[in-house]
């Protein structure tokens, strides 16, 4: 029998690659990345394929270790008993062991395998392109961290072909913090070891962070960084906690790509960002009227030329109004233009393609005015009702991917019947997007209230072949809308009946000569027969109800042309008895392909904040 060696060149490839890029990722810890030694030692070719893998990244790993007392022993827990009949174990009274008393912190990382490489036959010299410190187990002390990388042999490394730095750190799933035989330094740790990288790594570009959410040490960390690789860095995406231009007041001549808190940028100074410049701008935590100042532009027009993805998150929903805005002012500079934030100069996106809004606070139409001759192909908007009802509508004429994602602050207070109301007025919105004329081929309207949603008498999207309702659509209501979608192709729905407990259909009430979905019937002329794909996501819990089966199946007789359908398992059983019944006298039903309840794949404009 042929072994992995004797695999063809194109598996083998395929089978490393996929391994290497787990091993590799952004949360692999450094015991994994030593598992690609094993890999090489099989042949050869698998050792061609897995080397530029193993030389393609310096990881830097923070991990703690235990310390011993051994004044204080432990009397030891006995072995199971196949060990104890293996080994002869024998119960005596000294028998102890001794239990951790405190932790210790040490920097370890991957550079002797890169250092060996180079030694041996197999490798020349590394190729390393990137640079990742991370911490999984602790809050990283930086002091030690130069002290480290010099006994390691870090300088010996070839290190001038590092273009990325990463930052990896996940304090939320961190464990309580063990107790430290040797505490933290203070914060100068983290500007010592910045120096340290910036003095032995000069060439980096990209300093990045696979998650934004890090802790405060190595915010400080990236911080410094960030001064110090700032005229060079093309681009800045990681979380920082002090202002980025403070120390030399550099400018970022070269950056394209910047992900930052509004708030930390306002304070970094004014002018040191030139906008024409920048490809992607996400802007994290911002207060409702936070400052442009930072982006420098040569006309009175500020305009971000080469900008074609901006994303804003403000800090809060809270509202504010057209006075507000001019109230922030303090009463000076009333000729400046009402915008998202505030500045003097008008503010101009020709290129802007993809906007995504979080959290909005703006009960004003005039904040949409500055994306009026943007060329935008996806907007994305999260807030309450009373202000996303404010987008300027006429943003959706050009739009391919709309996601509409109200909430409000009535549910979380317990206030029933403001909530009541406010889910009608949603569903009027919902009706007047529909009507609006839009070349929209994808759309997510989400709202979690249950109040139905209705439909125009004329739906102007013409080109829609997706739609995700993340919100209570009756499946008549939903019928009716399939019918004047004719470019439709895929349906996701949340919710399409309202059950409740006296609804629960139980095995007795199902197992006679009538089951519950023998009353529907396939109609001659279906709603549709271009829909090729239904989920349902919802209804009844672990216990499948009758209204929505009923609607189920009602949805699946009007739309003939599904071929994959998406139910929660509890409905699957009775589904495909549905669907063996309806066949025998419409055969294109047996075609349909009956999946357990999947989740959607992202493809809102919402991912490029996450």
């Known amino acids: 029998m042929a072994g992995f060696s004797d695999l063809e060149p194109r598996i083998v490839a395929r089978i490393i690659n996929t391994i290497c890029f787990v091993v590799t990722g952004a949360s692999a810890r450094l015991r994994t990345h030593r598992e690609l030694v094993r890999l090489a030692s099989v042949s050869r070719a698998w050792h061609d394929v897995v080397q530029p893998h193993m030389q393609s990244i310096v990881i830097i790993e923070c991990q703690i270790h235990d310390e011993i007392d051994k004044a204080q022993p432990i009397v030891e827990t006995p072995p199971s008993r196949q060990r104890q009949r293996r080994a002869g174990w024998k119960p005596t009274n000294g028998s102890v062991k001794r239990k951790p008393t405190a932790q210790t912190q040490a920097w370890k990382s991957n550079i002797g395998l890169l250092r060996l490489l180079q030694r041996s036959q197999m490798g020349v010299q590394t190729h390393a392109n990137r640079l990742r410190l991370q911490s999984f187990d602790c809050e990283p002390d930086f002091a030690a961290l130069g002290d480290a990388l010099d006994s390691a042999g870090f300088v010996k490394c070839g290190l001038d072909r590092i273009s990325t730095l990463e930052i990896m750190d996940l304090p939320e799933l961190r464990a309580p913090a063990p107790v430290l035989a040797d505490p933290p330094a203070d914060g100068l740790g983290a500007g010592r070891a910045a120096r340290y990288l910036v003095s032995h790594v000069p060439g980096v570009r990209t300093l990045t962070s696979a998650v934004w959410d890090i802790g405060a040490p190595c915010q400080r960390l990236a911080a410094h960084l960030a001064c110090m690789y700032l005229s060079q860095l093309q681009a800045l995406a990681v979380q920082v906690s002090m202002p980025i231009a403070e120390h030399n007041g550099a400018l970022a001549r070269n950056l394209t790509t910047l992900h930052i808190a509004a708030g930390v940028l306002a304070r970094s100074g004014h002018g ?8 992607v701008l996400k802007l994290y935590d911002a ?14 027009t500020l305009t971000f030329s080469c900008l074609t993805a901006l994303a804003i998150s403000f800090a809060s929903d809270d509202v504010r109004t057209t006075a507000d805005f001019y109230a922030s002012r303090k009463g000076r500079e009333y000729s400046v233009h009402v915008t998202m934030g505030r500045d003097r100069r008008r503010i ?33 908007v999260s807030g309450p009702y009373a202000h996303v009802r404010y987008v300027d509508q006429a943003l959706l004429a050009g739009l391919d991917v709309v ?17 009541k109301k406010f889910g009608g007025r949603f569903t009027g919105f919902v009706r007047q997007l529909l009507a609006h004329e839009s070349a929209v081929a994808s759309a997510w309207l989400r709202h979690a209230e249950p109040f139905p949603l209705s439909v125009p008498q004329c739906v102007r999207w013409p080109r829609l072949a997706e739609l995700c309702v993340g919100a209570y659509m009756p499946a008549l209501a939903l019928l009716a809308l399939c019918t004047q979608l004719p470019a439709l192709r895929r349906v996701v729905v949340q919710r399409i009946a309202l059950d409740s407990c006296e609804d629960e259909l139980t095995p007795a009430a199902d197992c006679g000569d009538e089951p519950v979905w023998r009353s529907v019937r396939v109609p001659d002329e279906p709603a549709s027969r271009g829909v090729r794909e239904l989920q349902v996501h919802m209804g009844g819990g672990s216990t499948p109800r009758v209204p929505t089966l009923l609607a189920i199946c009602c949805l699946v007789a009007n739309l003939p042309g599904v071929r994959r359908l998406a139910v929660k398992h509890v409905y699957a059983a009775h589904v495909r008895a549905f669907l063996a019944h309806a066949a025998a006298t419409h055969p294109e039903l047996a075609s349909v392909e009956l999946v357990r309840h999947v989740y959607v794949a992202a493809k809102s404009p919402f991912a490029m904040l996450e």
Do not use: K
């Open 348 to 380: 101009a996106f020709p290129r802007l393609q993809a906007l995504s809004v979080r959290r909005l606070p703006y009960t004003y139409s005039d904040a949409w005015r500055m994306f009026a001759e943007a060329p935008l192909r996806r907007l994305a």
């Open 272 to 279: 040191i960002i030139p906008a024409g410049q920048l490809q």
């Open 287 to 300: 207060d409702a009227f936070f400052s442009w100042a930072p982006f420098a532009c040569d006309s009175d």
């Open 403 to 419: 996601d509409i994602h109200t909430v409000t602050g009535n549910a979380a207070a317990g206030n029933d019947q403001p909530q």
